[in-house]
């Protein structure tokens, strides 16, 4: 059996190097540093965590908590190495950065299918079956290389602006309504009004909001042609109503009359159950998304399945070029893992790599792939980055908004969102994944 080339060793890579090795396929991991290293980066570990010490959740009532569960049963490198090397944070998984990412080199290093090779890659390998995992930073060359595959294609964004995504469930429709502009066409709109003393209230809180820091190792400049929602409110306290928030041609169905403002909110997935901020690009601080824009009545009890960002992060059109097993459409010998292809975390990165290293084992094995479902974390991921009704893609962390709803009524959401984690761990335990 030929020998699968993995670029790159972070979460995804390293991820998928193992997944492969356990299963007696000779691995030949490339990887730049230490000879090169990122902006980002600063040891020369495998899996080295970047910003955060913590993986997030690690409660089934949370969809990042149930993704963990699934890595864990699939043997995953990655949780064990957390496991190992675990500190205390609450419901959290927080570890100890340097010997987690120690671990995951050691592990690597020293298994028997596995061949480390140190250097910056500058040209995708012509032959043979390779697992691209570079990251968000992948090198300027690396990246050239990459375009070489979709000449047809505007194969990268930049992800220098994204609004605030909210689940459909979480909308206070009581206060909201369905239309597009003067009824034109289909009621593509969720629209969510604002009286003048709520709009009044709202603009002033948004104008003195805290923003986020921009990191050392992203492009200062990224807001051009792209203006936050926060910084377009200072220029004046009508123009975010006669901009984003303009009411024209919406006509509230319970008084007849145009509101003073309306959010207007776009379907963001094919199953209409996450919704998108029109206008909303934004650099405030995380808790202050939740605060300001909780103040729009429609979103007092709004749940963010991603908050708005703005920096700069290179990722691949993954809808119009890869498949559900992270696949380059029409040339399955090469795959993508990690950030690149659109999963936001590190644990979405882990997840990506697994489930890409499990269907190439497959496939040189001969047999079909295994078709994660949309009701497992794993699979409504890598359903989502290769959803073509996808238009305006962007990357996401994973969510429960991805995964089907139960079908009947659970009370409470930490009940309904433990039922959800419980039919997806059902439904991968039937599945035969090679573990």
Not at 233 to 245: E, I, K, M, S, V
Not at 259 to 264: H, M, R, T
Request: net charge negative; proline share 5%; glycine share 8%.
């Amino acid at each position: 059996m030929d020998k699968v080339i993995v670029i790159g060793a972070g979460l995804a890579g390293s991820e998928a190097a193992w997944q492969l090795a356990r299963r007696g396929i000779k691995v030949e991991l490339r990887e730049m540093k230490p000879q090169k290293m990122s902006p980002a980066h600063h040891t020369e570990y495998f899996g080295e965590l970047v910003c955060s010490n913590s993986l997030r959740s690690d409660q089934l009532e949370n969809a990042v908590g149930l993704l963990k569960e699934e890595l864990r049963r699939c043997d995953s490198l990655i949780m064990a190495c957390a496991g190992e090397h675990r500190v205390e944070a609450g419901g959290a998984l927080a570890v100890d950065r340097h010997a987690f990412a120690a671990a995951i080199t050691e592990k690597l290093k020293n298994h028997p299918n596995v061949t480390v090779v140190e250097g910056e890659v500058t040209e995708i390998p012509a032959e043979g079956n390779v697992i691209i995992a570079t990251g968000p930073l992948t090198s300027q060359t690396l990246s050239g290389a990459i375009g070489k595959l979709f000449p047809d294609s505007k194969y990268l964004n930049f992800f220098d602006a994204a609004a605030p995504l909210v689940t459909f469930d979480s909308i206070d429709m009581d206060s909201a309504w369905f239309a597009s502009r003067y009824d034109r066409g289909t009621p593509d709109y969720i629209n969510c009004p604002l009286s003048e003393e709520e709009y009044d209230a709202f603009w002033r809180e948004l104008t003195h909001a805290q923003e986020a820091e921009v990191h050392g190792f992203e492009d200062a400049g990224v807001f051009e042609g792209c203006m936050p929602v926060e910084v377009m409110a200072r220029r004046g306290q009508d123009t975010l109503a006669y901009g984003p928030l303009k009411p024209v041609g919406l006509k509230d169905p319970k008084t007849g009359k145009e509101p003073f403002a309306v959010v207007q909110l776009r379907k963001d997935n094919a199953q209409g159950s996450i919704y998108n901020m029109v206008g909303f690009q934004t650099h405030l601080k995380f808790p202050e998304q939740k605060r300001v824009f909780s103040m729009i009545p429609a979103l007092k009890n709004a749940e963010y399945v991603r908050y708005g960002v703005m920096h700069r992060n290179t990722f691949l059109d993954s809808p119009r070029l890869l498949d559900r097993y992270y696949r380059v459409r029409g040339q399955e010998r090469l795959m993508f893992a990690g950030q690149i292809t659109g999963v936001e975390g590190y644990v979405e990165s882990a997840s990506s790599g697994c489930l890409a290293a499990v269907e190439l084992a497959r496939r040189l094995e001969g047999k079909p792939p295994v078709n994660f479902p949309r009701e497992t974390a794993m699979g409504a991921l890598a359903l989502y980055i290769s959803d073509q009704s996808v238009v305006n893609f962007q990357p996401m962390n994973v969510n429960f908004g991805l995964i089907p709803q139960l079908g009947y009524r659970v009370k409470g959401k930490r009940n309904k969102n433990a039922e959800i984690s419980k039919r997806a761990l059902e439904a991968l335990d039937k599945l035969e994944t090679g573990v």
